[in-house]
């Protein structure tokens, strides 16, 4: 068995290898799974921003476990973050694991990194490891889903508030060049969230904005997005977006981020560009069954917006950090 490092345009068997060990260990993870260009690209792809590295433990030309390591490039060029980190069911119980848990530990000291993160569901197998290796929490954030078989859209429709003085702007795909200033001053809004204590805040620009973008396309997503505007002046409020698969190869819509900037606060904008952005997804990709999404359990605004719309708790994920 040896460990090797996966160049993602030279070694495209073995990352389908290691995407084909992620799928068996999470055979029991009843949410959607990955597809694997969305995995090429968040686990393995080099992006201005971001450092990948991707390794494998193989025998006999087979890969049966292995790693991602991501290494922030702009900001938080302290720490590192191993997800996934996968085993083979087959090939549990022999170490493997643990073997590359400690390369990867080795691998970000190598780079100068002080902490290391790693997200796993709050409880089960990787949580016993993560915790038997020295990883504390942090943070803990809930997995909610809404079924839109069984949703109202007339319902969904009458929560809708009324916010004056603000208009919405609506688009599918990654967004033009002239939207991605708006875009960076919304996502730098998102800093506010819970996060682990030993994190920074991410910062945007058009350029970093405009990567984040062009990503969605790479991994074979498709986003639709809502943002509020203040009518006096144009400036962004608020913004909400949803991804799905390209090839709508399965019923799962996934809730991506949602933020409203702190001077526009209190309107119920974060109600209004979610319930926007929802009815016209449901009318327009007919075929989706399940709309999942993430908050952390301390946002209470925020889980109380879902509450409202009719999510309903799946399970609950840590982030897990060690300090090297």
């Not at 201005?48 to 890969?63: F, I, N, S, T």
């Not at 002080?114 to 197998?125: F, I, M, V, Y």
């Not at 949580?127 to 909610?144: L, N």
């Not at 991410?202 to 904005?209: G, I, K, L, N």
């Amino acid at each position: 068995m040896s460990i090797q490092r996966v160049d993602l345009g030279q070694d495209e068997g073995m990352v389908a290898g290691l995407y084909d060990a992620f799928a068996a260990a999470n055979t029991d993870d009843p949410g959607p799974l990955l597809a694997l260009p969305r995995f090429r690209v968040s686990f393995g792809a080099e992006r201005p921003g971001q450092g990948v590295e991707m390794w494998v433990a193989a025998e006999g030309g087979k890969v049966i476990g292995g790693y991602s390591l991501g290494l922030p490039r702009l900001d938080n060029t302290h720490t590192a973050s191993v997800f996934p980190l996968v085993v083979r069911p087959e090939r549990r119980g022999r170490g493997l694991g643990a073997a590359l848990f400690e390369h990867a530990v080795d691998r970000a000291r190598a780079h100068g990194r002080r902490l290391l993160l790693t997200e796993t569901p709050a409880t089960g197998t990787a949580a016993r490891f993560a915790r038997a290796h020295g990883m504390t929490p942090s943070t803990t954030e809930a997995r909610r889903t809404l079924d839109l078989r069984a949703a109202d859209p007339a319902a969904l429709e009458a929560l809708r508030p009324a916010v004056e003085g603000y208009t919405l702007h609506q688009w599918v795909g990654p967004a033009g060049p002239e939207l991605l200033d708006d875009l960076a001053a919304l996502f730098d809004g998102m800093n506010d969230a819970p996060r682990d204590a030993g994190v920074e805040a991410s910062h945007y620009d058009a350029e970093r904005a405009g990567e984040r973008e062009r990503s969605f396309a790479e991994a074979g997503q498709i986003c639709y997005t809502t943002i509020a505007r203040r009518v006096a002046d144009g400036a962004p409020a608020a913004f909400t977006r949803i991804v799905i698969k390209a090839d709508r190869s399965d019923g799962w819509a996934n809730q991506a981020d949602t933020v409203v900037l702190r001077p526009h606060r209190g309107r119920r904008l974060g109600l209004l560009v979610k319930l926007a952005n929802l009815l016209w997804l449901r009318e327009s990709e007919p075929h989706l069954d399940r709309v999942i999404t993430w908050n952390a359990t301390t946002n209470a605004h925020m889980l109380a917006i879902n509450e409202a719309m009719g999510f309903r708790l799946f399970d609950e994920w840590h982030t897990w950090r060690l300090e090297l």
